[in-house]
């Protein structure tokens, strides 16, 4: 039977619960916002004993689905005021849903200055006292939990950012090299976990590919056909696999809409030193990989392994960090790009947010655009606990007021990602619009604006763009409830066969009888929940809109500003 | 006219001497269409996904002019 692990942190207690009659149909985001949105009031203080952190696995994660290993973790954001969903890669989703556990809840806040850990094991759950692991780094503490568990155990943690409740931490958990580095990186649901005093959720399993399937024949064959239409779609199947995710780089530099010296120019000189490419050929030199699965079964195999020259490995360069680290501080070094992600991932903090942060605190002057060094040390504080430290990863709007800085580049308090939203304006509307703040996977109009996937709008006009990023973000929120890597939507946009098998692959596990209009049903429901969380949270038309500079400076080359219409953002949810 | 041109993720081993991202100055004869460089460059059209002249998406069959900083991709994703 499927369960909801509710942990009250309170009292100490942890109970199991039937998964209700009307969460059935739910994984993942849909999940997550579903209960947030039930249990949570959304006036509630994030850091506050009434917000929650719900913590699932996607529908179709801990079967055999290609690349369905995905890890939702959700709550009321600390960053954004919000409701929040963060999505992580991982080996622990897997583990949960073969566990049979649809959901976490860790509720309440204990009184006391003590640190708790949680273990979940197939003969259930129980509390452990974590003092020892308390103001370690999140690599130590799983490599600690590695060796008193076993090496197989997924670990999610936070670092010392999360026990500090400084608003840019995220929640991560390992891959099955014991990397901790696959984040729900965004709006700072590591406070939230911190909050709560509990440093570390042990998930001792050696279920992968265990979770029930009512129909295993007919999934056997659907997930074959999905698997073979990842591997013949020319993005998921060579793109992806060469050189992963930061293969962007040149790309989005070449087009004019990489966002460099904190969003004043839309190309870096130097980015082709910090991209793809590049990673691979050092990594491979250095006896790293260009290609690594994030969770057993992925078939994309998107990841990679960079050995760093102090020996220690930063697995993986993801693009967005590479490029927040990078062209985004004018940096062109990809060994001090890695540096600053193994920071970001020992301390505990979202590589987005505080390549963000560290970009607002150039333009403050405080340190020099181009010093790799200085960037260093200043995110080296965050773990010392000093002021400059906590600014830090308080993220991008904290910054920019302590410092008296406009050009802040954040919507509802969330760092913008890796894609001027002038040259791309389609993401530009997401960033606006989307629930969860300044978010590029929430609706990935890159693919129609830079990538020729799923159709052309052309990037640099405001035409087409909202009905673009309502669509995607429909799609986004349905395919992050399925446990599958939103990575697929790339083959989904092209191949009309693709949905369909997902389709047949959710109604085989479960015994349903969705239809592929079900899928786009559960997209608006979703985004319909997260809405009115925040409408009720306080938000209103005026939080969905771009910073003023994005109006009013223009972005070179193609020297064009923001200029979707006002209208047009308030009519992506009409539907 | 000379033609800027830039290859990545791969096509680079697909001509001697080049390597990704690094501008290379091409001579070309007017006329000559972004699909014609590709032949030029001996690099076959069913490894180039996305072609930008100038930072805007061109297709195969558009012309080219002096100066023009074109680039060539093979399929490419993330986020």
Redesign the interface.
């Known amino acids: 039977m499927a369960k909801i692990l509710r942990i009250n942190t309170s009292t100490r207690q942890l109970k199991y619960e039937d998964l209700p009659e009307k969460y059935s149909a739910l994984g993942g985001r849909g999940l997550t916002s579903q209960i947030v949105f039930d249990e949570v009031p959304a006036t509630c203080d994030p850091l506050g004993p009434l917000n929650k952190l719900v913590i699932a696995p996607g529908l179709l994660s801990g079967t055999n689905a290609p690349s369905s290993g995905r890890l939702s973790v959700g709550g009321k954001s600390p960053l954004t005021g919000g409701i929040k969903e963060a999505n992580a890669g991982g080996i622990t989703s897997q583990k949960l849903a073969s566990l049979g556990i649809k959901a976490i809840v860790l509720e309440g806040r204990p009184e006391g200055s003590d640190w708790y850990g949680v273990k979940i094991t197939a003969d259930g759950a129980e509390f452990f006292n974590a003092n020892d692991l308390a103001g370690k780094g999140t690599y130590e503490v799983t490599a600690i939990c590695r060796e008193r568990y076993g090496t197989k155990v997924g670990v999610i943690t936070i670092g010392p950012a999360g026990e500090m409740q400084l608003l840019a931490a995220g929640v991560t958990n390992n891959d099955g090299d014991g990397n901790s580095s696959r984040y729900a990186g965004r709006g700072g649901l590591g406070a939230v976990m911190g909050s709560k005093r509990v440093k570390v959720i042990v998930v001792d399993s050696q279920g992968t590919f265990d979770a029930p399937v009512k129909d295993p024949e007919k999934f056997k064959a659907a997930a074959r056909k999905f698997a073979k239409i990842l591997a013949d779609n020319?993005?998921?199947g060579?793109?992806?696999p060469?050189?992963?995710?930061?293969?962007?780089m040149?790309?989005i530099n070449?087009?004019?809409t990489l966002p460099t010296r904190n969003f004043r120019l839309g190309r870096f000189d130097k980015?082709?030193e910090v991209?793809?490419?590049?990673l691979a050929e050092v990594a491979v030199a250095r006896g790293g990989k260009a290609t690594h699965a994030c969770h057993p079964g992925c078939v994309m195999r998107?990841s990679n392994v960079y050995p760093m020259p102090d020996g220690k490995v930063c697995a993986p360069i993801?693009?967005?960090t590479a490029w927040a680290f990078g062209p985004n501080l004018e940096i062109g070094d990809l060994d001090t790009v890695a540096r600053l992600n193994y920071i970001c991932n020992d301390v505990g903090l979202d590589t987005i947010e505080t390549g963000c942060t560290l970009g607002v605190l150039m333009e403050a002057g405080i340190i020099p655009f181009g010093d790799g060094q200085a960037a260093i040390a200043a995110l080296e504080e965050v773990g010392k606990g000093t002021a400059l430290g906590r600014v830090i990863g308080s993220g991008s709007a904290v910054a920019g007021k302590v410092y008296g800085v406009t050009r802040v580049p954040a919507v509802k308090g969330q760092g913008i990602p890796a894609y001027d939203p002038r040259s791309c304006k389609g993401n530009g509307v997401t960033y606006a619009t989307s629930p969860m703040g300044a978010d590029?996977?929430a609706g990935?109009a890159?693919t129609a604006n830079i990538?020729?996937?799923g159709g052309?709008v052309d990037p640099?006009l405001p035409d087409g763009q909202a009905d673009l990023s309502r669509n995607l973000q429909i799609a986004t929120a349905a395919v992050d409830s399925t446990g599958l890597c939103?990575?697929v939507a790339?083959a989904v946009l092209d191949n009309p066969e693709a949905l369909p098998a997902i389709v047949d692959m959710i109604n085989a596990q479960y015994g349903l009888a969705l239809t592929t209009d079900d899928v786009a049903g559960l997209g608006q429901q979703i985004l319909k929940v997260e809405r009115e969380f925040n409408r009720k949270a306080g938000f209103t038309s005026a939080d969905d809109r771009l910073p003023e500079f994005f109006h009013t400076e223009e972005l070179p080359?193609?020297n064009t500003r923001f200029d979707v219409k006002d209208e047009d953002l308030d009519s992506v949810f009409n539907f | 006219m000379i033609l800027e041109v830039r290859v990545f993720g791969g096509l680079e081993k697909l001509i001697p001497g080049a390597s990704f991202g690094r501008p290379m100055q091409v001579e070309a004869a007017p006329g000559t269409t972004a699909g014609g460089l590709l032949d030029l460059l001996k690099i076959p059209e069913d490894k180039v996904f996305t072609i930008l002249v100038n930072g805007i998406h061109a297709e195969k069959g558009d012309l080219l002019k002096a100066g023009d900083r074109v680039a060539f991709f093979p399929p490419v994703g993330g986020g």
């Open positions: 020319p993005t998921t060579i793109g992806l060469n050189y992963g995710t930061n293969v962007l040149n790309i070449e087009a004019g980015a082709g991209s793809g490419e590049k998107c993801e693009y967005e590029h996977t990935y890159v990538l020729n996937v052309k640099l939103l990575f790339f080359p193609h």
